[in-house]
């Protein structure tokens, strides 16, 4: 087995990207293919043996839930505003409005007002549930029984699925500090189409 190499700390003091473009074998040929060149992704390609079951999870969260697409992408920016994560906000705030969010619901989840009266009962529940899931621990029983009145089973444990998910590449851009990319909201939304 080689040696390995140990990591590259960038000017900016953050993990060295991974050069997708010259990076070997399968794993290199299916980032090549993917529809956007994401920081993030790049970042992922560390874990040469996880990142792809990694964004084929991301790619369930996206595109096979039952769960709303608009209350997903809610929960994504929850869980972004209270981990300080900047890149996957940036880049979920687009694509949330995208699908419907106003600025005010928006505003409303970065200032944390969950009850806010931009939201219907079941997005007030959802965010509840969801902030009580995001922080840790089990979730009270009153929480779970509002978000049991608005939503199904398989909704509820796809949230789950969704904030866990984003909950990882919160810390993923956080702790390598992974620089976002000019445009970084636009291939979202191109990754978030396809």
Not at 47 to 65: D, N, S
Not at 73 to 92: C, K, M, N, T
Not at 146 to 168: D, Q, S
Request: hydrophobic share 50%; aromatic share 4%; net charge negative.
């Amino acid at each position: 087995m080689a040696a390995e190499i140990p990591a590259e700390i960038t000017a900016e003091g953050g993990l060295a990207l991974v050069d997708v473009e010259t990076m070997p074998g399968p794993v290199g040929d299916a980032l090549r293919a993917a529809p956007a060149r994401l920081h993030i992704i790049a970042m992922m390609a560390h874990a040469e043996t996880c990142v792809l079951p990694q964004l084929g999870l991301g790619r369930a969260v996206m595109t096979a839930q039952s769960l709303p697409p608009l209350r997903r992408e809610l929960l994504i920016l929850l869980a972004a505003r209270i981990d300080s994560a900047q890149y996957v906000w940036s880049q979920h705030r687009r694509i949330a409005e995208g699908l419907g969010a106003t600025p005010a619901m928006v505003a409303a989840v970065e200032a944390l007002q969950l009850c806010s009266g931009e939201f219907d009962e079941a997005d007030r529940a959802l965010l509840a549930f969801g902030r009580q899931v995001i922080r840790g621990g089990p979730v009270e029983d009153q929480v779970l029984e509002r978000v049991a009145c608005h939503l199904t089973a398989r909704e509820i444990v796809e949230a789950i699925l969704a904030i866990g998910y984003y909950m990882t590449m919160n810390r993923i851009t956080l702790a390598t500090r992974t620089p976002l990319e000019p445009g970084a909201a636009d291939a979202a939304m191109q990754v978030g189409r396809s």
